[in-house]
């Protein structure tokens, strides 16, 4: 499997780590797991993944945090982020923009619409790069 696209999968519910990495994994993704905010930013400089998929209620830092940092850190700033989030008010889609998040699922979500999420924003990420 190398060659395949990591992903940064960062949620506090062992549940949805363990369904989403399982649909993840069946797709063909290297999955890397974060259990809450700040394990998130040092997996994201250590695994240098593809992609974050990224829960909003969280420990130590929520998602939106996370997303800022990322995204006001020059050298991550590319890096695509897709919230993952049973918080899914118009405010909370406002604020997830507000930060710099590249894409909105809410929780319950059906998993071909965020493996379609996923696929795009991958794609654009690579052709931004190319």
């Known amino acids: 499997m190398s060659g395949a696209k990591t ?3 960062v949620d506090d519910d062992h549940a949805t780590l363990k369904y989403v990495g399982l649909i993840l994994e069946n797709e063909g993704y290297r999955v890397v797991v974060a259990h809450d905010g700040e394990e998130a930013l040092l997996k994201v400089r250590e695994s ?4 974050v ?12 945090q996370v997303c800022r940092t990322i995204k006001e850190d020059e050298t991550l ?9 049973a918080k899914s008010q118009p405010s909370d889609r406002f604020w997830a923009k507000r930060v710099g998040a590249d894409g909105f699922v809410a929780k319950p979500f059906d998993p ?19």
């Not at 240098?48 to 992609?51: E, G, K, S, T």
């Open 112 to 130: 071909a619409d965020l493996l379609r999420e996923i696929h795009a924003l991958l794609q654009k990420s690579q052709l931004a790069v190319s």
């Open 77 to 85: 700033r590319t890096l695509p982020v897709l919230m993952l989030s």
């Open 48 to 51: 240098r993944p593809d992609l």
């Open 53 to 64: 998929l990224l829960d909003i209620i969280m420990p130590r830092k929520n998602g939106y």
């Open 7 to 9: 992903i940064l999968l």
